[in-house]
């Protein structure tokens, strides 16, 4: 008798190893359980619990070092790859700004100054991970150079597709540059730019959310290839379980700044940059100043996502790496 | 009230107490388990305390028959169980007349 779909899913989402000991039974098991009048979606539903915490735990398997090593470059990548996730959205929160006459009063808001203290460290942590994730990107690239198998040369190819992703969206953001307006003329209505190309510019700003999207799909499926498949030597698995560290702190502090934002913001708290940012320097006639309007709940809630993911992933890697050091040894 | 309290039963006990009876394959268990204290466990929560009994050296599997592993429990698990029987006794003694007293 064949167990039912839900059933086979759900005994899906074991680790490989898992049901290689245990998958043949655990099927007869529900089989079983089913013929008495067991609920399906009852079973299903406890054997997806068992699958994640087995996958949390790791309770069960081989003290083999390969696997083991596998198992913490698996848990580095969940911790890391939802950076490159949250990325866009970000990106896209952090993006409008706008004219804003502010009193003295509201510029010296607890609110306005929460608000612009969280969209600095937001930025900041968005700036400083990148420069680590690139350097955790080399030291992969780096490990697959090393890696013992057959394969490596498809896995170096992979490994490079974010560094495409990167330079295609950056090629794309440097193209719309280009052919944004820089000076315009105005006969008291509407700004009419005098040269630039403003439809192209729109064009291009289109197509580099579609590269950018397509960028971190791409990134995140061959990364999560490259690092399950790859293996590398011990030096480079510590320099990813430090990568887990840090991409796990940086997305939290991210979004605990996006919650702070969000709640400085219903106490009507925006971000203001200081008027001696380089940005804004002359731009603006006295008394008007560039306020920042993030969309806090738009980079919040994936941030939020993210931070946990990456937190529970990397207390996984922890313990997955002391278990191949101690196996190794 | 009894499935309240199945809540915060613990399966890993449940287990093995159910294993002093006797060898016993998954199917068996689940049975035995639910006849003993009317909780049925789901094969996903069985089968993570099996894996990690077995780790800990509590049980261990025998040969397969039909598609089925049975279990038994190992003389180190047996000790294991009875000194944590025994304060779970103590506790439920303690408790009970406590309770007396209370009613």
């Known amino acids: ?329 | 009230m009894s499935n309240r309290l199945g809540r915060t039963q613990d399966p890993t006990l449940m287990v093995l107490t159910s294993l002093t009876g006797g060898p016993k394959h998954g199917y068996g268990l689940i049975r035995d388990i639910d006849d003993m204290t009317g909780i049925t466990l789901g094969p996903g929560t069985l089968y993570g305390v099996l894996a990690r009994l077995e780790e800990e050296g509590l049980i261990e599997a025998l040969a397969a028959e039909d598609r089925r592993r049975p279990y038994r429990i190992t003389a180190h698990g047996a000790a294991v169980l009875k000194e944590r029987l025994e304060v779970t006794a103590k506790v439920a003694r303690i408790g009970l007349r406590r309770l007396g007293a209370f009613t």
């Open chain 1, 1 to 329: 008798m064949r167990a039912p779909r839900l059933i086979d899913a759900s005994l899906a989402c074991y680790p490989a190893w898992w049901r290689d000991v245990y998958g043949e039974e655990i099927r007869r098991i529900t089989q079983d359980l089913a013929a008495d009048g067991g609920n399906e979606m009852r079973l299903a539903g406890d054997l997806l619990r068992g699958a994640l915490t087995t996958r949390l735990r790791g309770t069960g398997m081989a003290p083999r070092p390969e696997l083991w090593a596998r198992r913490t470059r698996v848990s580095v990548a969940v911790a890391t790859l939802p950076w490159i996730v949250v990325v866009p959205f970000v990106l896209a929160a952090m993006g409008g700004h706008s004219l804003r006459t502010l009193s003295a009063a509201t510029l010296a808001a607890p609110a306005t100054r929460i608000s612009s203290y969280a969209f600095e460290v937001m930025q900041l942590a968005l700036i400083v991970s990148f420069c680590a994730m690139a350097a955790g990107w080399g030291a992969l690239v780096g490990g697959v150079r090393r890696a013992a198998r057959p394969h490596r040369r498809h896995l170096m190819l992979l490994s490079c597709v974010p560094l495409a992703s990167f330079l295609a969206v950056l090629g794309l953001f440097i193209a719309r540059m280009t052919q944004l307006p820089n000076e315009f003329q105005s006969h008291g209505g509407p700004l009419i730019p005098l040269d630039g190309n403003p439809a192209a510019a729109h064009a291009l700003l289109v197509v580099l959310w579609f590269a950018l999207v397509a960028g971190v799909l791409a990134s995140v499926w061959s990364l999560a290839l490259v690092t399950k498949h790859a293996e590398m030597p011990m030096l480079y698995l510590r320099s990813g379980k430090r990568m887990a560290t840090f991409t796990a702190i940086a997305l939290t502090l991210m979004a605990v700044s996006a919650v702070v934002g969000a709640v400085a913001a219903a106490y009507h708290g925006y971000p203001v940059p200081s008027l001696d940012n380089f940005l804004y320097t002359g731009r603006y006639a006295s008394g008007q100043y560039p306020v920042e309007l993030p969309g806090w709940r738009l980079a919040g809630v994936p941030l939020t996502a993210a931070a946990v993911v990456s937190l529970t992933a990397w207390r996984v890697a922890r313990r997955a790496w002391s278990t191949t050091v101690s196996l190794t040894d």
